[in-house]
């Protein structure tokens, strides 16, 4: 097992960069204001037949309309929704959101297989 401790976007890169072997599986629960960036790198981790699970994609909702990017939970809200967009037009993508709603309240998760 290789534990890898620091900002996401780089460690990803690093692994982009070393060469390593693809992912079957990729579970992205980060920072939500670089989701977008996360789904990008994953693609490009992955192989056809991975599968990228994103967490948080709900947010009770609020992703319905863009978020106040002066905020903390507006620029959430937009990288969830930037998330949403990478999945939904990338041509290497199959995606779907589902909506969860339990004692945490109402949100959801986004799946993808890699073509």
Known sequence: MD???GPAL?????????????FDMI??????ENNGHYIELAIALGR???VIVVD???RE???LQAGDPLSEAGRMINGVRQ???????????DATALQTVGSKGWDGLALALIR
Request: net charge negative; charged share 25%; hydrophobic share 45%.
């Open 27 to 32: 579970f992205i629960d980060a920072d939500k």
């Open 48 to 50: 056809p037949g991975t």
């Open 10 to 22: 780089d460690t990803l890169d690093a692994l982009l960069a070393e060469g390593r072997e693809p």
């Open 56 to 58: 948080n994609v709900v």
């Open 3 to 5: 534990i890898r401790i």
């Open 61 to 63: 909702g609020a992703v």
């Open 83 to 93: 998330g949403i967009d990478v999945l939904g037009s990338n041509p290497r993508l």
